[in-house]
């Protein structure tokens, strides 16, 4: 089963109150038993550093420490643009290995994300992972940057679209999607009270075809975090 401990990363100087609040937003409404971790820094497993030594944005960096810390430690990691709306206990027994597909609003309909990954530590979908950004590394030119999402959702495809991870429906994490004013939705969620949420979410209530409501809302990215690059003077 995969463990009670969650994790959330931040890189890239202080963290901005939305990150504080968010993860505390999860550490309430998780039962106890669950360990929260937050991670500001990170030591990299040497098969990795390479890879991150080449990283030109922050978020390349996260999406590399997502792999490390879930094939090390297991638990669930979070992007910190991730409201959390109930306990994700029921999450835990959910396979080895399990993520979302994007909306299908965005990338296509077989897109895997990696804004909310579960694992069980040391789990094969983790060690292949973490393989395949070595081998990403150590196959790109020095010089030639890497695609903003080349650690993240475009890799997660390529390795487990067909197999490989248990892929949970999207609207558990992504009741909105990103374009079509979707991304406005999410944010206008952010922003609302208790029984304003739930009438956004009963409005789009025929989304949730197993019958489960949202164990989050991810929220798309704020202030620009997602893009931020990293100053040559400030690598990991």
Not at 6 to 21: D, I, L, N, T
Not at 126 to 140: F, H, L, P, V
């Amino acid at each position: 089963m995969i463990p009670k401990r969650a994790h959330f990363f931040w890189f890239g100087g202080e963290p901005p109150a939305w990150v504080f609040e968010n993860v505390k937003t999860f550490r309430e409404i998780n039962p106890p038993g669950w360990t929260v971790c937050e991670h500001y820094c990170w030591r990299f497993s040497p098969d990795l550093q390479p890879a991150v030594d080449r990283c030109h944005l922050w978020c390349q960096v996260a999406d590399i420490a997502y792999c490390d810390v879930l094939r090390h430690q297991g638990g669930v990691v979070l992007d910190c643009d991730t409201v959390t709306l109930c306990s994700f206990d029921p999450l835990l027994n959910r396979g080895p290995a399990w993520t979302t597909r994007h909306p299908s609003t965005v990338g296509g309909a077989r897109r895997l994300t990696n804004g909310v990954m579960g694992a069980e530590p040391g789990c094969a979908a983790m060690e292949q992972a973490c393989d395949e950004i070595t081998r990403i590394a150590k196959n790109t030119p020095a010089g030639q940057r890497f695609r903003r999402c080349e650690f993240g959702p475009t890799m997660l495809t390529r390795l487990f679209a067909d197999g490989g991870m248990t892929i949970l429906p999207h609207y558990y994490f992504y009741p909105w999607g990103l374009v079509g004013g979707e991304r406005e939705q999410a944010h206008k969620f952010w922003h609302a009270d208790e029984a304003e949420r739930k009438q956004m979410l009963d409005c789009i209530s025929d989304r949730f075809t197993d019958g489960e409501r949202p164990f989050a809302v991810h929220l798309w990215g704020v202030d620009g975090s997602s893009n931020e690059e990293i100053p040559h003077d400030h690598r990991p």
